[in-house]
């Protein structure tokens, strides 16, 4: 859905030094970002416990060798031979251990299930924070042109409100409004420069390379109706609410798991025994007798607990006590899934009303602001009429970037919380994804004891040789938001005012 819509038409290209749109944004972000790499490793990790859990029910193999030397020994050689050469390989197999297995490879498989879902959880978590910090950034370089524009106009308002001064038009309390206006609109625009270095310094942090020239984000695909759709979307598919109700599901096996250590245990052992006196067997009697030999071992092993000083007990009512925990934290995290849908469902929906109404606001303020200096070339306004109109335009305008960017950044949360903004529902497949599956599948058999995966080398790219980000903004205004510097030149010189005829 999201792939289509959200991203058609773009083909996956390795990662660029830096990322024009938010697709390459997000690409970047999926194969780089730290915290999605960790994670992957972490499911790899998750993914050991099953092989770890089922090794308890597959037979041993051991060997054993020992060799002794007697320093001193009393009475013949018979009883007590000089040296001895030892050895003994067997294998044992576990036939019944009351489920304890069964279950601990059932809890395994089920916390296997709960990392995949956390890991979906992160990646949309990331995209979202990606998203947002994207937009952030096309925000405040608006604001920040926004303010520099402002600037600029109240400069020219400055330099006519000293023109018409010297020539009697104004008062000294006009230019001392005009030059108040100035200055607060200089610290605007030092503020607004600083939270753009912010924004730009985050998206580093999670592109993992500076913003470019971010190009407007493409439309969202088509948002629930209503506020209960999406719950009810959010309670079948969140990532997060699988991964809660998976670790819940987990904990019911660990309590059967304790429980079976209640029960007997029956084990199968079949070994080989070898021994050799090295010659020592009998020397010094006058006669010689066989010096090694070997022998076959079978057995069956039995178990049955009676008396364990409460340990199981404890290990029984630990495991229950974390159940109860599990099924808790279900239920939280159910809340969270419930309150952030809706409250990304009303900030999405109440910005969609403020752009409407912004939009109208900046029309309106723009031709509010045209009149009033009209008026003033008339003697029918004052100067601070114009510094209010401009301010209000200004209000605006930062009014509208910023509710066009609390909508998308809204939107894209209300698709996370239904689990509705991954890597392959955005369209992230024109390469590789990572497999969380494909790892799971080597892993969960294997009874290779010297396995090994070698040294684990960085994946996540670092961000130190970055340079450090600038407020500089070179991209053009809005033209919903552009406002000339100035429009009339009665403000700047006075020769329409009617002092001057």
């Not at 605006?396 to 509710?403: D, G, H, N, P, W």
């Not at 600038?470 to 009339?488: E, I, K, M």
Request: net charge neutral.
């Amino acid at each position: 859905m999201i792939r289509r819509l959200l991203l058609v038409g773009a083909s996956l290209l390795p990662a660029p030094a830096v990322a024009e749109t938010l697709r390459e944004a997000l690409v970047r972000a999926y194969q780089t970002n730290p915290t999605i790499t960790g994670q992957r490793a972490n499911l790899r990790a998750t993914d050991e416990n099953v092989p770890i859990a089922r090794a308890a029910g597959l037979p041993t193999v051991n060997a054993q060798s020992s060799y002794s030397q007697n320093l001193l020994r009393g009475g013949n050689s018979i009883a007590n031979p000089e040296r001895q050469l030892n050895g003994f390989a067997g294998v044992t197999v576990p036939v019944f251990n009351g489920g304890a297995v069964t279950n601990s490879v059932r809890a395994a498989e089920t916390r296997v299930e709960a990392g995949r879902a956390t890991l979906r959880n992160v990646e949309a978590t990331t995209f979202s924070d990606v998203v947002s910090a994207y937009n952030d950034v096309i925000r405040d370089e608006a604001i920040v042109g926004l303010n520099t524009q402002n600037v600029r106009v109240l400069e020219t308002n400055l330099r006519a409100s000293r023109d018409r001064f010297q020539v009697g038009d104004l008062t000294r309390t006009d230019v001392a409004q005009s030059e108040a206006r100035l200055s607060l609109a200089r610290a605007q625009l030092q503020s607004a420069e600083a939270t753009l270095i912010a924004s730009r310094e985050t998206y580093v942090s999670l592109v993992g390379g500076a913003p470019g020239s971010l190009e407007p984000p493409p439309p969202l695909p088509s948002l629930p109706a209503t506020s209960d759709g999406a719950v009810e979307t959010a309670l079948r598919d969140s990532p997060a609410l699988l991964a809660a109700q998976r670790q819940r599901d987990a904990t019911r096996f660990d309590v059967r798991a304790a429980r079976a250590q209640r029960l007997p245990q029956l084990g199968v052992t079949l070994g080989q025994n070898y021994n050799n006196f090295l010659g020592t067997l009998g020397a010094g009697q006058g006669f010689t007798t066989i010096q090694s030999g070997t022998s076959t071992v079978a057995g069956v092993s039995v178990q049955l607990p009676i008396f364990q000083g409460g340990r199981v007990g404890a290990q029984v009512r630990q495991a229950q006590a974390l159940r109860a925990q599990a099924i808790e934290n279900a239920t939280g995290t159910e809340r969270q899934v419930i309150a952030r849908t809706r409250s990304a469902y009303a900030i999405w929906r109440s910005s969609l009303l403020v752009i409407q109404s912004a939009e109208a606001a900046v029309s309106a303020n723009r031709l509010s602001l045209e009149g009033v200096r009209a008026e003033n070339s008339v003697g029918t306004r004052t100067i601070l009429d114009i510094l209010n109109a401009e301010q209000e335009l200004l209000n605006s305008q930062v009014t509208l970037v910023t509710a066009r960017r609390d909508a998308y950044v809204a939107g894209f949360a209300l698709l996370a919380a239904m689990g509705r903004a991954e890597a392959d529902d955005l369209g992230l497949d024109g390469g590789p994804l990572y497999d969380p599956v494909a790892n799971y599948k080597r892993v969960r058999r294997s009874i290779n004891d010297w396995a090994s995966d070698g040294e684990p080398a960085p994946v996540a790219t670092r961000t130190a040789d970055t340079p450090a980000q600038t407020a500089t903004v070179t991209r053009p205004l809005d033209p919903v938001l552009d406002s000339s510097v100035d429009r009339s030149p009665a403000l700047t010189t006075g020769a329409a005012s009617p002092n001057r005829q």
